[in-house]
């Protein structure tokens, strides 16, 4: 019997050339958006028909190393897998500074996922979508899934997380985002982003009146959470109460490469949306818990078997990590 999938990103596959600030290189890391994000999913869905609920469409050129479609294959996800032999797998170059800053540029262009690429069959039963894009194409995207859904008849629309790419994160650009941000469920820019919105930086007091201003100057249907890093996310919703989630990691010496580590967020934010029926506070939760998952090696979460059960990394599992997260945010 078919598995219905429920989650999807429509953030691209990358390819990853990685030079830190000391100056130290890392090659031919499987990463972009939609990887990171995808994998911030499957850390919370164990290995069968849970773990296939997940459903991802890997772009792939004429270049693409099989070892990373047996990476990919190997996560029991629903994969499909689009050739497109006239192009090159999307490949990047990510350059870190301090403070986690990270600079990206594409050495092999993008291979986008547009709306029309899932099968009418996920149109059907998708109910959290994770994007990374402008907000030009937000609204395309967005536009054109509703078309889809109506057109299929789906029974209801699915959820949408938005994560703006930081070239459209400029106060010119903020009357756009607007318009994006009506048409999404959830707003997710990162501080440097947010900061860049509003034109000015956020203060010490880790800037809950720029938040509000932020969020009456974007409007998003449901919440705003601005992803922070180490400082964890901040939470705003209609009501306009702000929360911070703490960041998994106290320890810094855990954190070797924040490379997708806020993708790696929206896709557990994604699992966390579904599972708390639309809580904004937890489902940040969920994505500080994968976000420390990504944060933990160079590259991807790696998966192991023990005791027939699956195990990220070194563990703890995602739902433990959620329950030290949970008792954390009880003791502020």
Not at 185 to 192: G, M, Q, S, Y
Not at 227 to 250: C, I, S
Not at 310 to 326: K, T, V
Request: glycine share 8%; net charge negative.
């Amino acid at each position: 019997m078919t598995v219905p999938v429920v989650y999807t990103s429509l953030g691209s596959l990358i390819i990853d050339d990685i030079v830190y600030e000391d100056g130290s290189e890392e090659k031919d890391i499987l990463g972009g958006a939609g990887i990171y994000a995808i994998y911030g999913m499957r850390v919370w869905k164990t290995t069968g028909r849970d773990s296939r609920t997940i459903g991802y469409i890997a772009k792939e050129g004429f270049d693409h190393p099989e070892t990373i479609t047996r990476q990919l294959d190997s996560l029991d996800m629903t994969i499909r897998h689009d050739g497109h032999k006239d192009q090159h797998t999307t490949r990047g170059l990510n350059t870190f500074g301090p403070n986690d800053h990270r600079d990206f540029e594409y050495i092999h262009p993008i291979i986008r996922i547009t709306a029309r690429d899932p099968p009418e069959e996920w149109v059907r039963t998708l109910r959290v979508i994770h994007i990374i894009c402008s907000p030009e194409r937000a609204i395309e995207i967005v536009t054109e899934w509703r078309d889809r859904e109506q057109q299929c008849g789906a029974r209801s629309g699915a959820v949408f997380i938005w994560e703006p790419v930081p070239w459209s994160c400029r106060a010119e650009c903020l009357d756009l985002v607007r318009q994006a941000s009506q048409l999404v469920d959830v707003l997710t820019p990162n501080h440097e982003e947010a900061q860049a919105l509003l034109g000015h930086k956020l203060d010490d007091s880790h800037g809950d009146h720029y938040m509000q201003q932020l969020f009456h100057a974007t409007q998003p249907r449901q919440a705003l959470i601005v992803r922070a890093g180490r400082r964890g996310a901040a939470v705003m919703t209609k009501d306009m109460a702000l929360r911070w989630v703490p960041a998994y990691h106290d320890n810094q010496d855990l954190v070797r490469d924040v490379t997708g580590a806020g993708n790696a967020f929206c896709g557990g934010l994604c699992i966390g949306w579904s599972e708390t029926n639309g809580d904004p506070v937890m489902a940040a939760m969920f994505g500080a818990v994968s976000s420390s998952f990504a944060v933990e090696q160079v590259g991807l979460p790696m998966i192991h078997q023990k005791d027939t059960e699956d195990q990220w990394n070194d563990g703890p599992s995602a739902r433990i990590r959620l329950r030290y997260l949970q008792d954390k945010m009880a003791e502020r």
